[in-house]
Structure formats: structure tokens, C-alpha cells
């Protein structure tokens, strides 16, 4: 027995001595096998890592492994900052109130509040944009763009991009980074995927028309596209300016036969891009890019800035009567504008010159008005969405 025992023990040693043959079948599947199985653990490990981030969390994080471009799942909440919120911002010294104008104002990186509140703006730099919507403020600067809730704390929505657009009922936003335009959800808590598409360089969204996006870049024009469906463009060059929307149109200028004086027109968005439904108000003194226009939460009217007045333009009338003089279309509003007109609702809209505030209805009624206290130079109006979001198919 001892004889076996050792020719084993040697022939074993010899075996474990030897190298596997460069062929070795046997050999070669026991390293993929194990080669497998260590995929399987890191991959395992690593889905219970995304699990527990996503539950704690909520987010997946522009800053980290999410990049754009790289695919977004549908309903993917979003957080571009460091963190999810600021610290509450604690109300400005000085006194504090309704603005009494019926809209509320920015002065710098301070907003006052038609409840009564001073704000502050942070997290952005220096402040370019902001906009009312149901649930607070989203605002803008260099560094980004941020989503003020009403309990006083914000939460960052995207980089440092200022090509971004809200939905008429502030409930969706359309932005760009790189060359991808997305289109998310709106929420106190962040930013939720919908979809997201590849688009040529420098374009920026103008407006959320149902599900479509309707885009611009300079010196090619406007268009629309499905943000789930790749883009197949159709510029159209006619379309000089893009004021809202107008329930399943879109309310905008368009250069008459000439090429040269505007003419209003309401638009549709196609398959084949923006199609002209109708055109009217060509007799109307209206700036071809119409830089200044800002139509009313329901569509119905339109303020217009020009050298003498702040024009207010009945829409269904202009666009219903091409060939008219343009003069049984229009209200005036007798102030020459130094701050953005801003409407306040459907039949309000408030302008402002070196003089103070002026409250205009589309009835031809007008009333000066005063600012808040405190309120110091460099002020604007804070425009605000449709009180209701547009519901989408």
C-alpha cells in the first residue's frame, strides 16, 4: 500500500508541476466559468450599490455617472447640484408685503411676493430669467437654473445653459445641453425624463405645443419635432417670431408677401414642420422680431412696446381681418415702456416708465399703481404661467 501511496504522490506533484496545455479545453472553460461568476458578483454588488443610491437619493446625478446623450430612461429624475436643496432663504430686512400690483417683482437676486414675502435668489449667479408657476419660481442665471419652492428652499433643475422653456401650464420644461433637447417633468423635487432627442448645434426650444417642441436657430428658422423621434428638419425661414401658445396653435410673426413688415400669424405644427393657418394685422407698427411681444396667459391679446405706446393687439380681430388698417384692432396704453409689458391675467397688463407703474385692461381702462416699498432700481415684472397646465394626448 505505501508503494501505491507514493507513486501517487509523485504523479501528482508532476501534474501539479506541469503547464496546461495551450489547447486545454477543460482548463479554458473552468477560467471562463470563473471569470463569469466574478462578473456576476461585481455586477450584483454594483445593482444593489444603484438600488440603495436611487432609493436614498431619488436622483441620478448629471455631475456623476449620468451624461447626456448616453440614454435616459423615460420618468429618470435628474439633480444637476451637489445637493438636492438650499437652506430656506430667510425673509430680506426691510418691510416686507403684498406688491398691491397684482404680479410679483425681482430687484437683483431678491423677489417680493405678492403674499408678502422677500426671497432670495441663489445658486445661480448673477439672475437672467424667472418665471411664476404653480408651484413657486424657476429661475435662471450664469450657473444654472434653479426651481424655487414656495416653502422658501430650491432644488437645481440644469447646467449652465440658458436654452430652456416651460410648458404654458408650468408643469413641463424643455432644455438643451450639448446637442440633446430634453423634456421633463416639472416637480418641486426635481426634474423627471420624458424624452430626449439629438438636435443640431445652437438650437434652442421656444415652446411646448402639445407634445412637440417647437425649436429655432438662428439664420435657419423655426421648427417643431417629436422629442421622442429622431429630427428630421423642416426650417421654415418665414417665421421671424414666436409669441405662445394658443390652445393647439402656436401665436407668432411672420413676414408679409414684400418679405420685409410683419404680419401676425397662427400657426400649426405638422409632420412637415409649421404650417400657416391663417395671417393677419400686416397694417400694424410691430417689430419684425417682435423681441418685446408678450401675448396673454389665454391667448386672447397681445402687448406690443413701440416708440410711443405699449400697443395692445385683440388677436381674434387682427387675424381674422388681414386687409384691415390694423387701427378698430388695437387698445393703447399710453406709457413708452422702460420695463418689459407683463400680464397679470387675461385682461391685464402692467408696464412700467421713469414715471412708476401703469395697470392697462382690455377694456381701455387704465389706473397708475405703486411699486413695494424698497423696491430699487433695475426691477422687473415676474411673468407667470397659465393658472391650469395643458393637458397632452
Request: glycine share 14%; aromatic share 4%.
Amino acid at each position: 500500500m505505501t508503494r501505491i501511496e507514493d507513486s501517487l504522490r509523485e504523479l501528482l506533484a508532476a501534474r501539479a508541476e506541469s503547464t496546461p496545455p495551450v489547447g486545454d479545453p477543460a482548463g479554458a472553460a473552468i477560467r471562463r466559468g470563473r471569470a463569469i461568476q466574478r462578473r456576476r458578483s461585481v455586477g450584483s454588488a454594483l445593482a444593489v450599490a444603484m438600488a440603495l443610491v436611487l432609493t436614498v437619493g431619488g436622483i441620478s446625478s448629471i455631475g456623476g455617472w449620468w451624461r447626456p446623450g448616453h440614454g435616459t430612461p423615460s420618468g429618470t429624475l435628474i439633480d444637476f447640484g451637489p445637493a438636492q436643496t438650499t437652506a430656506a432663504t430667510v425673509p430680506t430686512a426691510g418691510p416686507a408685503g403684498d406688491t398691491g400690483i397684482g404680479l410679483d417683482v425681482r430687484v437683483g437676486d431678491r423677489l417680493w411676493t405678492t403674499d408678502g414675502r422677500q426671497l432670495l435668489l441663489t445658486g445661480v449667479g448673477e439672475v437672467t430669467r424667472i418665471i411664476r408657476v404653480p408651484d413657486g419660481w424657476v429661475y435662471a442665471g450664469a450657473s444654472g437654473v434653479r426651481f424655487l419652492r414656495t416653502d422658501g428652499t430650491s432644488v437645481a433643475l440644469s447646467g449652465e445653459d440658458d436654452r430652456w422653456v416651460l410648458s404654458p401650464g408650468g408643469d413641463r420644461i424643455a432644455f438643451v445641453i450639448e446637442q440633446v433637447l430634453y423634456v421633463a417633468r416639472l416637480r418641486p423635487s426635481g426634474l423627471a425624463v420624458l424624452a430626449s432627442v439629438e438636435v443640431p448645434p445652437a438650437t434652442a426650444p421656444i415652446a411646448l405645443l402639445g407634445d412637440r417642441v417647437v425649436i429655432q436657430v438662428e439664420g435657419r428658422g423655426f421648427d417643431t419635432l417629436d422629442p421622442a423621434r429622431a429630427y428630421q428638419p423642416a426650417w421654415n425661414d418665414e417665421v421671424t417670431a414666436v409669441f405662445g401658445v394658443r390652445g393647439d396653435s402656436l401665436a407668432a410673426l411672420v413676414r408679409d408677401a414684400g418679405g420685409q413688415a410683419p404680419c401676425l400669424a397662427e400657426l400649426r405644427s405638422t409632420g412637415a414642420g409649421l404650417e400657416v393657418i391663417r395671417t393677419g394685422g400686416c397694417g400694424l407698427d410691430l417689430r419684425l422680431d417682435g423681441a418685446d411681444g408678450r401675448l396673454a396667459p389665454g391667448g386672447g391679446w397681445l402687448a406690443e412696446p413701440t416708440a410711443t405706446q405699449v400697443a395692445l393687439v385683440d388677436w381674434d380681430r387682427a387675424v381674422a381681418n388681414p386687409t384691415g388698417t390694423g387701427a378698430e384692432q388695437l387698445l393703447s396704453c399710453p406709457i413708452r415702456a422702460s420695463v418689459t409689458p407683463t400680464w397679470a391675467d387675461d385682461q391685464t397688463v402692467l408696464s412700467a416708465d421713469a414715471h412708476g407703474v401703469v395697470r392697462c385692461r382690455t377694456d381701455g381702462s387704465q389706473q397708475a399703481v405703486a411699486l413695494p416699498e424698497g423696491v430699487g432700481a433695475g426691477w422687473q415684472f415676474v411673468p407667470r404661467v397659465a393658472t391650469a397646465p395643458t393637458r397632452t394626448g
